[in-house]
């Protein structure tokens, strides 16, 4: 390369950081540049609104392929609200479907939490209000629709909230959106040959959930981000149906996790690979004052139906090219004061138990591999779930399933689960995930919390061997134990969902608003499909 057309580049690249976000694509040659959500926050009179709705992507050459979002095509903006700001949304449903828009992370009441009973019906609006009462935390908005959760989740319907406080405008970390401070929301998916959004709940999807063969970041395939040559703020949310991440820089240079779920932890944390389930959300601190571009990849995950190519090797998923503008130089040693954890011992305790309707492992198990071969089980052993069952010997046929009890399945309507493909027609899979043996039951309940008490919960995958991340709505927690051991130091802060795989998991909640029987709180399984056929439990809060 000439010297002349070297500085030329470079000023160009110095440049780009301090354009517009609209032009910031006219120097991602090659390759897409990543898509930033706008912000959005409340008017004047304290308002928002959103409108869900149709749209299409080009992500193939000359393929319009249709999609839903949020004020937009696909996936929705970043609403931005203040600690003790009080807000009124308005939520327009234009899609040719019912749907709901649950507020994940955010402590609000149960009748504004907006579960499967809130349904917006199409051509309607649902107004909400509630007042921020709490730390300044990443959290996210999406469909919870009963049945088809996972189906409008995979369409493209999800957005962000920041929360802001007076602690986070204090500290000195990047603040400036779209530059030195951007979301990273992961989601895979799967085209059809038409190049459309292909979706199925059936016996597979059931057991370990939809999952795609392309990645997603932002709704870009692999796009690039021209940032300050300084320290990055990186908010990462795993949007995926069901598929676990483990992220990392292609060049191993550490990620500083800065905050969970719920807010800011005490210190940054320093780690070379970052697991992250669905749902679930952290920001990372990456340091780019050495002027390096580099990736941020997805490593091989153990779990079932996930190590199928691409992802059978370190995936990159955004590319990442400072500039020669100068950004912040440095990273606080220490964030917020986390507060001592109170004594578990003598309040409420509540245990749940996760479990597969074991002709749902064995069948989901059996069509996965039939469908993919063995290179979908992960390299885990066959034998599998409570029985020891060794699915590769099993003589399906021979099994006596009208002794199993899943506990009582009465008063649930199961007529309005689209999608729902029978592929066994012995068998209706849409109740086959309980907790304590009940599927969710939409009319009924299952217990009474205290508003402002501390409670001990346990979760327990003991027997199931199935991965759950763990939601509970209406809180954030702290995290006891998870699947049998000491949360690691990242996952020790403010917490909505919590691992159980194979084993128990220990969280101390405590509820601070009010949720009645007709909007009560859900707390389920974030594996969608999971969730959609049983996985979930109703609960009030009472004063």
Known sequence: MLRRDFIKLTAALGAASTLPLWSHSAWAAGRPS????????????????????????????????QTWGVNGALLGPAVRLQRGQSVTVDIHNKLPQASTLHWHGLEIPGDVDGGPQALIQPGSTRTVAFTVEQSAATCWFHPHTHGTTGQQVMKGLGGL???????????PLPKTWGQDDFPVILQDKRLDKAGQIEYQLDVISAAVGWFGDRMFTNGALYPQHIAPRGWLR?????????RTLNLAASDNRPLYVIASDGGFLAEPVKLTELPIFMGERFEVMVDATDGKPFDIVTLPVKQMG??????????????????????IKSMPDSLVKLPVLPSSSGGTERFLQLMMDPKLDMMG??????????????????????????????DHGKMDHGKMDHGDMQGMDHSKMS?????????????????????FDMNKPMFEAKRGQYEKWTISG??????????????????LSENGK??????????????????????????????????????????????????????????
């Open 419 to 439: 999608g729902m493909k029978q592929s066994h027609s012995s068998f209706d899979f849409s109740h086959a995930n309980t907790i304590n043996g009940k599927a």
């Open 365 to 394: 198990m059996k069509a996965l591999m039939d469908r993919y071969g063995h290179q979908a089980m992960a390299g885990m052993s066959m034998n599998h779930g409570s029985s020891n069952h060794n699915m590769a010997e099993m």
């Open 462 to 479: 003991e027997g199931d061997m199935m991965l759950h991340p763990f939601h509970i709505h209406g809180t954030q927690f702290r995290i």
């Open 234 to 242: 990186l908010r990462f949310l795993n949007g995926c149906n069901a």
């Open 486 to 543: 000491p949360p690691a130091a990242h996952r020790v802060g403010w917490k909505d969902t919590v691992l159980v795989e194979g084993a128990r998991s220990e969280v101390l909640v405590r509820f601070n608003h009010l949720a009645n029987a007709q909007q009560p709180y859900m707390a389920h399984c974030h594996l969608l499909e999971h969730e959609d056929t049983g996985m979930m439990l109703g609960f009030t809060v009472t004063a």
């Open 306 to 327: 996930m190590t199928l190519a691409p992802f059978d090797q370190p995936l990159p998923v955004l590319h990442i090219q400072p500039s020669l503008a100068q950004g």
């Open 34 to 65: 990543l898509p930033i959500p706008p912000i959005l926050t409340p008017d004047a009179q304290g308002k928002i609104s959103l409108v869900m709705q149709t749209g299409q992507m080009n992500w193939l050459p000359n393929v319009a392929t």
């Open 161 to 171: 909230v920041l929360l802001e406080d007076d602690e986070s405008s204090q500290l």
